[in-house]
């Protein structure tokens, strides 16, 4: 069984900073590109980061590029995102994806495995 759980929420002032652990289990991490998506209220869930199974390849929204950094841990099937400066519009439900089946890695449709997500609120 499958599970991957998000951890690392939270209410934060905008310019603050937050990191976010997906930790998986009944899954080995390191065999595929996990990612990091977001839906905010009313909107769609949107594509955030991904990484390569060895982590050698990052890729990030334009909306977040330079002050979001994914990373993994693959010894503890982990994934992180470390976030900095954040600001309003990041506020979200931030979900850890896995299982990546090809295709577009910032369409939550090309991912087969989800967490339940953790929370982001960034105050002005």
């Known amino acids: 069984q499958v599970q991957l759980v998000e951890s690392g929420g939270g209410s934060v002032q905008a310019a603050g900073s937050l990191r976010l652990s997906c930790a998986t289990s009944g899954y080995s991490a390191s065999t595929n590109y996990m990612g990091w998506f977001r839906q905010a209220p009313g909107k769609e869930r949107e594509g955030v980061a991904a990484?390569?199974?060895?982590?050698?390849?990052?890729y990030y929204a334009d909306s977040v590029k330079g002050r979001f950094t994914i990373s993994r841990d693959n010894a503890a099937n982990t994934v992180y995102l470390q976030m900095n400066s954040l600001k309003p519009e990041d506020t979200a439900i931030y979900y850890c994806a896995a299982d990546w089946r090809g295709g577009s890695k910032f369409d939550p449709l090309n991912f087969n495995r989800w967490g339940q997500g953790t929370q982001v609120t960034v105050s002005s």
């Open positions: 990484i390569s199974p060895l982590g050698g390849l990052k």
